[in-house]
């Protein structure tokens, strides 16, 4: 099958196309012949040395990618919940070693969900690890409500364009930071405020918010602090505030956590039905051939992608 192993933690130039075995499946997997692929900052962090390259750095070979959509051609004897033929998606064994970047992925049966048959492999492979992301954060970490009151920092971008459209499902009243050629994009997906913040400092347009979801990092936490209001939450995505970002919180009569995402079936589940329904809508800003994975992170590292991109085989 085709693939594109890791051949060392750093460039993009060390990704390397090549050719491997059809993985096995065990008794609780399900083998997915790959349609879509979605790429995330997290694979361009791992790649470089980061994020969950930890993790990694004894396998050989190395697979990077979580995200996929596809349809199964073979199941572990274990395996009820889906059948040949099923069109399926999801985030395969995240934060570890999901190998997606192949023709062909074993894959827990157990951290997928059958696609919607409304919903493109590329459209749902997107709405993967980012969308399960927001979904974690609002629904189980902060348990947002109707009337709650949300900042989301990067709101035109893959977490950030999900984040809004489920606070809006849930009847929050959603405040949106981007640049100012997104604002109308941020609008359209659900948010009630648009904060540019190339031209404004969000802390002195915004206050008494109820949550703030951070996926930016740096001095992005001390200044959402200064908007939550008493008891407020923030929660933080990048990893690089992992070490303090509940000590700022707390020293300020706030909470603050960082986050990370895990492979949930059931929750994909719950994304799946709202892409069925249209509740959410997965943005593409970029379609990539297997061949052009180089581009695609490169694409990435630019931190001006609005909405997903997706490499398709």
């Not at 690890?129 to 900042?151: C, F, H, M, N, P």
Request: hydrophobic share 40%.
């Amino acid at each position: 099958m085709k693939a594109i192993i890791l051949k060392d933690f750093g460039g993009v130039k060390n990704l390397i196309n090549t050719e491997l075995p059809v993985p096995e499946v065990s008794d609780t997997e399900v083998l997915v012949k790959v349609k879509a692929i979605s790429i995330n900052p997290v694979d361009i962090k791992t790649r470089s040395g980061k994020a969950v390259a930890g993790m990694l750095k004894k396998s050989d070979p190395i697979i990077l990618g979580w995200d996929i959509s596809g349809i199964i051609i073979e199941k572990g004897r274990s395996v009820t919940s889906f059948k040949k033929g099923d069109e399926v998606f999801g985030m395969v064994n995240f934060p570890g070693h999901g190998k997606a970047y192949a023709e062909y992925v074993a894959a827990p049966a157990t951290q997928l969900a059958l696609k919607p048959e409304n919903v493109s492999h590329g459209d749902a492979a997107a709405a993967s690890l980012a969308a399960l992301t927001a979904w974690q954060i609002l629904k189980e970490k902060v348990r947002i409500k109707s009337g709650d009151k949300i900042l989301i920092h990067a709101a035109a971008g893959g977490v950030g364009h999900y984040a809004v459209q489920i606070s809006k499902y849930f009847g929050a009243y959603v405040v949106g930071t981007s640049s100012a050629k997104n604002k109308d994009f941020i609008l359209n997906m659900g948010a009630s405020e648009h904060i540019d913040y190339e031209k404004q400092q969000f802390e002195d347009v915004v206050n008494n918010m109820d949550f703030v979801l951070d996926t930016v990092g740096g001095d992005y936490i001390e200044r959402s602090l200064k908007v939550l209001k008493p008891g407020g939450t923030i929660i933080s995505i990048p990893s690089e505030t992992y070490a303090n970002i509940t000590e700022k919180a707390e020293s300020e009569g706030l909470k603050g956590y960082p986050f990370t995402v895990r492979s949930n079936g059931e929750n994909m589940k719950e994304i799946s039905d709202l892409l069925q329904t249209g509740t959410i809508k997965s943005y593409l800003s970029g379609t990539f051939s297997f061949d052009e994975m180089r581009s695609a992170h490169l694409q990435i590292e630019t931190r001006k992608t609005k909405g997903k991109i997706i490499v398709t085989l």
